[in-house]
């Protein structure tokens, strides 16, 4: 199967401030998801996101299918955006297996 | 839409003990999926459903077993509890048609298990 690296593993920002998190896929990917999972272990679909970019609000993702990542922004942070961050996608033999990255873990302070 | 729900939140067993945990979806997805999460770690795929009457297998089925008898309805049953199934258990589902890439998957809120 696929493997999946997220970085970086953790991010501390001042609230206000602006981050890129980045995953990277061994393999290609046909589906690629960006979830937000809250303090309250709840998951959260934040981007569905094969190719090309997309925008919600502060978020956007941009996934380059060809070279095998996707980024995820987040502008004008807020002490809500705590929490961790994961991608998954399903790769070219993964079957119905959606493989998940290990996630950025990402702190907000006020 | 309720999307997925599962039950129950949280709950406690025994080793040696089974129990059910419900995992329903309104949106009329076909495929479903069953994820544990440990500390600190991301999902893994424990069995998946295509649609009903058909299930498999996923990275991690050793002491669980499932059923889909309608398209709503996925359960996930533990048999003979032991403290490494202490997990957050994700349901999950999805659309897919054909045999083209996977579809965005939604997530129901938990079932937090500890076994002790």
């Known amino acids: 199967g696929i493997q999946v690296e997220q970085s970086p593993p953790d991010l501390i920002l001042q609230e206000g401030a602006n981050s890129t998190l980045r995953c990277n896929f061994s393999d290609s990917v046909n589906n690629l998801q960006w979830f937000h999972q809250n303090p309250w272990g709840q998951l959260i679909n934040l981007f569905y996101?094969?190719?090309g970019t997309k925008q919600n609000g502060r978020l956007s993702a941009t996934t380059v299918a060809t070279e095998r990542y996707s980024l995820l922004y987040i502008s004008s942070s807020q002490t809500t955006d705590s929490g961790v961050y994961f991608c998954a996608g399903y790769g070219p033999a993964a079957g119905n297996k959606l493989t998940f990255g290990g996630g950025t873990r990402v702190l907000v302070k006020p | 839409n309720a999307g997925v729900t599962q039950t129950p939140k949280f709950r406690i067993l025994k080793i040696g003990q089974s129990m059910t945990l419900q995992c329903t979806q309104d949106m009329n997805h076909n495929y479903m999926y069953w994820y544990r999460q440990d500390p600190g770690m991301g999902l893994k795929l424990i069995y998946y459903s295509v649609g009903a009457g058909i299930t498999d297998k996923g990275e991690v089925p050793n002491g669980y077993n499932v059923s889909r008898s309608t398209t709503e309805d996925f359960p996930l049953r533990l048999e003979l509890a032991a403290p490494s199934q202490t997990s957050v258990y994700f349901c999950?589902?999805?659309?897919?048609?054909?045999?083209?890439?996977?579809?965005?998957?939604?997530f129901g809120p938990g079932t937090r298990l500890t076994v002790l």
């Open positions: 999950a589902s999805s659309y897919r048609r054909g045999s083209g890439g996977g579809r965005e998957q939604f």
């Open positions: 996101i094969p190719s």
